[in-house]
């Protein structure tokens, strides 16, 4: 089993910064990527960023391109989310998750979820 632990969500204005940290325990393997998901009320479940733990390669949804910054610490087993220039749009609770695929951007292809953690932006 893993663990997925997120944290450093909160309330920000527009345009300030936030950085989210998902912390992993429990078994895990050298091929698989790390995804960030976030959920707005009402809405479905969306993908927002992508990294592989052993290379380090990068995929990100076209609405937070340029704004938001994924990255990983091996030593710490924790990953990253830079958020930058946000808006109010990025309000949503947002998720860590585990695959075994290649950058996977569906949420089906993710096997181990965190908790979820909550950003608010406001205008």
């Known amino acids: 089993q893993v663990q997925l632990v997120e944290s450093g969500g909160g309330l920000v204005q527009a345009g300030g910064s936030l950085r989210l940290s998902c912390a992993a325990s429990?078994?895990?393997?050298?091929?698989?990527?790390m995804g960030w998901f976030r959920q707005a009320p009402g809405k479905e479940r969306e993908f927002v960023a992508a990294i592989t733990w052993s290379g380090g390669m990068t995929y990100y949804a076209d609405s937070v391109k340029g704004r938001f910054t994924i990255s990983r610490d091996k030593a710490k087993n924790t990953v990253y989310l830079q958020m930058n220039s946000l808006k109010p749009e990025d309000t949503a609770v947002y998720y860590c998750?585990?695959?075994?695929?290649?950058?996977?951007?569906?949420?089906?292809?993710?096997?181990?979820w965190g908790q979820g953690t909550q950003v608010t932006v406001s205008s």
């Open positions: 429990g078994r895990t393997f050298r091929s698989y990527t």
């Open positions: 998750a585990q695959s075994y695929t290649v950058l996977a951007a569906r949420p089906i292809a993710y096997d181990y």
